[in-house]
């Protein structure tokens, strides 16, 4: 059924700082897209789509967030399990390379709080599921190029999904 | 075996309380005089009042009980006459002072460029005893009323009375409850709880401000950058403005969201010097204002000459 957004009070503070968090997500994560670029050549995420489908790193599917369909509760899960997933991703980079990894490891940090807000906010509501998702299998990066490839597919694909999510939060603010 | 040997009542005391001290001389060290009378020094000074008894077996044992020690430290020496001179038997440092005041002003800001939280306190009169400060930390929810995950204690550098959390234990746009602990041989105290999400006490940098040539008479053109590290935060930011180099009071000219990069002010008198500042603060989330930016020195355009 059709679960309109004004089905569930969120708080305007939630929205607030959700939209916060994702501008400093996407910040840091343009700073690592960047780096990437500068440092490897690594500018074009599209030149890697091949090799992204042989290491099968999965995209987070937000399906409950469209804006014609709207499925608050459903699209605050796929939020929290999509947020899961990139942090389970970055932290696949780990040992990227000892210029980036500060950065890969704020990244990382910044978006599992993000994920906490989000499942605060569903325990609050009384719509969380019962046992917080667990992580699935992620990709073996097994050399150094496939770990910035892998960077820079991880960032691209974070970035998009973000972009959904502050469409949803800005729809979400409205009066 | 050791010649004398002195015990303490307790090695550490509050200032001006008393503390109690025995010595027992052992047989070998009384060599020549069978009843050896014991003296005491605390630092070079001798001390009355020492209490000396025979003990059943053969030892000599003096008490002395200082009514109030009021050095923070001293030195307590257990002392012979032999031959013409005092001699030395045994020594025991004594320490006094205060047990920790309570750390009060706990505030805490959280740094966009290091990613840490800072905290400090004033941590109270000198206690003249060594005294650790740690800073402790739990995350929360709500309104802090419960206690989940601890985040290991920050140890301050010696003398400091500020230490800062690293990103990694720190759970933003949550709250957290943060307390300091004073501890030293005395006791124990707690500052009060200070409960607070680390987004919300971020330490905001003032705005960058420059401004390009006025189009009218009587007008400024000032434009701004926010600092970087916070351009993912939404900010309010206040100009002000007064005229150069006179100490008059400043004018709050406007009050804008930092997104909003320049501003043109009219309706000032020609050819007139002006300087400019503007701070910021995150809004409508909560946050704390930034300092006022350094000034920007600017001068209205003059009016143009009337051609009769």
């Known amino acids: ?175 | 075996e050791e010649c004398g040997h002195i015990s303490l009542s307790a090695p550490i005391v509050r200032l001006g309380d008393p503390v109690t001290a025995s010595c027992i001389i052992s047989q070998d060290c009384s060599l020549l005089d069978p009843e050896p009378q014991i003296l005491w020094k605390l630092g070079a000074e001798l001390q009355p009042g020492g209490r000396q008894q025979r003990l059943p077996d053969g030892t000599q044992k003096s008490t002395i009980t200082l009514p109030h020690l009021n050095h923070s430290q001293a030195f307590l020496s257990c002392c012979l006459h032999w031959g013409s001179s005092l001699q030395v038997l045994d020594q025991a440092e004594l320490r006094a002072g205060h047990p920790p005041a309570t750390p009060s002003n706990l505030a805490c800001f959280m740094n966009l460029t290091t990613n840490s939280l800072t905290c400090q306190w004033e941590p109270g009169p000198h206690t003249h005893l060594p005294t650790n400060f740690t800073l402790k930390s739990f995350r929360s929810r709500g309104n802090c009323q419960t206690q989940e995950d601890s985040i290991p204690d920050c140890v301050p550098e010696d003398g400091q009375s500020y230490c800062s959390i690293p990103r990694k234990h720190l759970l933003l746009y949550q709250n957290m409850v943060v307390q300091v602990q004073a501890e030293n041989a005395l006791g124990t105290s707690v500052s009060p709880q200070l409960c607070l999400d680390p987004m919300d006490v971020v330490k905001l940098e003032p705005p960058t401000l420059w401004a390009t040539a006025p189009r009218q008479p009587g007008c400024l053109w000032p434009h701004w950058r926010p600092w970087k590290p916070s351009l993912f935060i939404h900010q309010k930011c206040q100009l002000r403005l007064r005229p150069q180099h006179e100490k008059t009071n400043w004018t709050q000219v406007a009050t804008l969201p930092s997104s909003v990069l320049q501003h043109q002010l009219c309706g000032l008198p020609p050819d007139t010097a002006y300087a400019l500042q503007m701070r910021c603060i995150r809004s409508p989330l909560p946050g704390h204002w930034s300092r006022w930016s350094p000034s920007l020195e600017l001068r209205t355009a003059e009016q143009a000459p009337l051609v009769r």
Not at chain 1, 54 to 70: D, E, N, T
Not at chain 1, 86 to 114: C, H, K, R, W
Not at chain 1, 153 to 174: D, G, K, N
């Open chain 1, 1 to 175: 059924p059709l679960d309109p957004a004004s089905s569930l009070p969120l708080p305007q503070s939630f929205v607030l700082k959700c939209s916060e968090q994702v501008r400093k997500i996407q910040a840091e994560g343009s700073v690592l897209q960047e780096k990437l670029c500068a440092t490897y050549q690594l500018c074009h995420p599209e030149e890697l789509a091949l090799l992204g489908h042989s290491l099968g790193i999965p995209q987070a599917p937000l399906s409950s967030c469209s804006s014609q369909a709207l499925q608050l509760t459903g699209c605050l899960n796929q939020l929290q399990s999509g947020l899961f997933l990139y942090q389970g991703l970055l932290q696949a980079l780990a040992g990227i390379s000892p210029e980036l990894s500060p950065t890969v490891d704020t990244l990382q940090l910044d978006v599992a709080n993000f994920a906490t807000t989000v499942w605060q906010q569903m325990e609050d509501l009384e719509v969380a599921p019962a046992v917080q998702p667990t992580q699935g299998t992620m990709p073996a990066f097994t050399s150094a190029f496939q770990r910035r490839a892998g960077g820079v597919l991880v960032a691209s694909h974070l970035h998009r999904f973000l972009e959904l999510v502050y469409r949803v939060l800005r729809h979400l603010a409205e009066p």
